[in-house]
């Protein structure tokens, strides 16, 4: 189910809870909803969308991928970006990592690491932003 863009900045700042297999569903609408806003979105947090999980999605050069409770656990080669955010207003400067490990767990609930580079890991560490509460 599509659902409607999250702008509320006090419930977007609260730290999400892990997901559970009860939260596949929420992963289902967090895609769903990330594709219908394929034009101007490359990834979503479930707070987006209204739910206070621990669940992105986001597009893996030209595939989408979901994951819960992702959680960086190494990064390397800092840099300046600026990003925008469907639930925000306008764009905003933040530091990113060039290069970034993630521990995550797969739809099954398995952990699995993987590490990202480039624009798909400055994606991830913005939806990650948003399960701790971290606005842009």
Known sequence: MIREIMKDETFLA???ERATVEDLRVAADLLETLCAHKDGCVGMAANMIGVNKRIIAFDNEGSYVVMF??????KSEPYAAEEGCLSLAGTRKTKRWQSIKVQYQTAE???RYK?????????IQHEID???GILI
């Open 115 to 123: 590490t990202f580079t480039g624009w798909t890991a400055e994606i």
């Open 109 to 111: 609930f398995q952990t």
């Open 69 to 74: 409770n992702p959680e960086i656990v190494k």
């Open 14 to 16: 609260q730290k999400a």
């Open 130 to 132: 948003h399960c701790e």
